[in-house]
């Protein structure tokens, strides 16, 4: 069982930026699709970037030019630098395998307010 484990989330301003890490316990991380995932209230689970194992990225058009994936296979970890950030941004947001087959971890909230 991987456990996932989401941070840095916060509130902030429209036009803000926030960077989350999710650290991974899978053995051989390196060789995992890492995905981030959000979901807003009243809304299903969506699907935002996606890092492969050999780091090409691909974006949900909502966030192309705004958000960027990366990832630490060293630690472990994935990240999202979130930049402009704006109010239908606000979710739950969380990695997972992509596909997304592991079990959820808690997630982490971002709220962009004024």
């Known amino acids: 069982q991987v456990r996932l484990v989401e941070s840095g989330g916060g509130l902030v301003q429209p036009g803000g930026s926030l960077r989350l890490s999710c650290s991974a316990s899978?053995?051989?991380?390196?060789?995992?699709?890492m995905g981030w995932y959000r979901q807003a209230p009243g809304k299903q689970r969506e699907w935002v970037a996606t890092?492969?194992?050999?780091?090409?990225?691909t974006y949900a058009d909502s966030v192309k030019g705004r958000f960027t994936i990366s990832r630490d296979n060293a630690k472990n970890t994935v990240y999202l630098q979130m930049n402009s950030l704006k109010p239908e941004d606000t979710a739950v947001y969380y990695c997972?395998?992509?596909?997304?087959?592991w079990g959820w971890g808690q997630g982490t909230q971002v709220t962009v307010s004024s």
């Open positions: 890092i492969t194992s050999d780091r090409t990225t």
């Open positions: 899978a053995t051989i991380f390196s060789f995992y699709a």
């Open positions: 997972n395998h992509n596909p997304p087959n």
